[in-house]
Nanobody, 126 residues
Framework: QVQLVESGGGLVQAGGSLRLSCTTS????????MAWFRQAPGEEREFVAA????????YYTDSVQGRFTISRDNAKNTLYLQMNSLKPHDTGVYYC???????????????????WGQGTQVTVAS
């Protein structure tokens, strides 16, 4: 059974930092391209960051570029998202996603990912 489990969310003041983790099981982690998406209340799920399986290339949505860093530890089957200089706009439920068939043109699309975690809440207070 495939499982993706996020952790590390919480309440933080604007300007603060959080580190999210996503631990996977039931799949060969190193073969998956991994991504973080987020969803604010009443909004659609949006792409945040991704890291390719083969060469570790990373991509970010413009609003988090320079503040967030995505990384992976294949030995620990774990994906990370270091979030610095947090803003109230960053508030939402953060989901990790995995898929082995992602190509660049589909990287930013939630529907391209077959496997999802349950999400972790991030709240940034102003």
């Amino acid at each position: 059974q495939v499982q993706l489990v996020e952790s590390g969310g919480g309440l933080v003041q604007a300007g603060g930092s959080l580190r999210l983790s996503c631990t996977t099981s039931g799949r060969t982690f190193s073969r998956d391209t991994m991504a973080w998406f987020r969803q604010a209340p009443g909004e659609e799920r949006e792409f945040v960051a991704a890291i390719f399986r083969n060469d570790g290339r990373t991509y970010y949505t413009d609003s988090v570029q320079g503040r967030f860093t995505i990384s992976r530890d294949n030995a620990k089957n774990t994906l990370y998202l270091q979030m610095n200089s947090l803003k109230p706009h960053d508030t939402g439920v953060y989901y990790c996603a995995a898929d082995s068939t992602i190509i660049l043109s589909s990287l930013f699309q939630a529907r391209a990912y077959a496997y999802w975690g349950q999400g972790t809440q991030v709240t940034v207070a102003s």
